[in-house]
């Protein structure tokens, strides 16, 4: 793995498969008619595709509101004579693409290479094709004492840093279990060599699988 500018990065492109459409149920895109009953009794009758009845409860989650206050609210901003059922497949998706809008931010590159800097101990983050994505001051902090560098032009000429487990084996077992990976890690600098321990864990970004690594011993 060679030592890359900790700010460079390339997000991974995200293509939308044949495999995605596999995992629609044909129970999603099947109508329900539900009968909603408003403020002051009012009742209608709607017809939704069930995903988008997930997702109106979904969006109700720990909310002190019901279906009927969102069906008041939308039948108010649509009028009597429009289509209510697609007012509130509107309501729904945007709320979900919001919330998806509010997750992607906080789960970004950059977000990341924040939790990094903050970290007071050595971490380093590493994507599935075993590169350096991120790494914080404690970490190069201990190669220059441990590798005796001078400075990080030394780590750009000829720095490898190697996993005793592969990454693409750890976001498996990441990805599968959600528990901590522990292995061991060579750092090797011209003739020089440092070996420690790390814990692994699944790095919180969206835009690629990467793993964030914690010494815990070097």
């Given at each position: ?153 030394q780590l750009s000429a000829g720095f490898r840093f190697v996993l005793d487990t592969q990454v693409d084996d750890a976001i498996q ?46």
């Amino acid at each position: 793995m060679s030592f890359p500018d900790r700010h460079l990065f390339q997000p991974e492109q995200t293509d939308f498969t044949p495999a995605a459409l596999q995992q629609v149920e044909d129970s999603d895109a099947e109508p329900k008619f539900r009968a909603i009953i408003g403020k002051g009794g009012t009742r209608r009758g709607i017809r939704l595709e069930t995903i988008y009845w997930d997702g109106l409860s979904w969006l109700l989650t720990g909310s002190r509101q019901s279906i009927g206050d969102i069906v008041d609210q939308a039948a108010t901003q649509v009028g009597e004579n429009s289509n209510l059922a697609s007012m509130l497949r509107v309501i729904a998706f945007r709320w979900m693409w919001r919330r998806l809008a509010q997750m992607e931010n906080v789960y970004s590159l950059d977000h990341l290479n924040t939790l990094v800097q903050a970290c007071p101990t050595p971490a380093i983050v590493l994507t599935r094709d075993k590169k350096i994505q991120f790494f914080n001051e404690p970490f190069m902090t201990m190669l220059k004492q441990r590798l005796v560098m001078g400075n990080i032009a030394q780590l750009s000429a000829g720095f490898r840093f190697v996993l005793d487990t592969q990454v693409d084996d750890a976001i498996q077992s990441l990805s599968a279990k959600g528990k901590m990976v522990t292995t061991g890690f060579t750092a090797t600098c011209a003739s020089k060599q440092l070996t420690g321990q790390m814990n692994l864990a699944m790095a919180p970004s969206h835009q690629k699988q990467m793993v964030i690594g914690y010494v815990v011993r070097g």
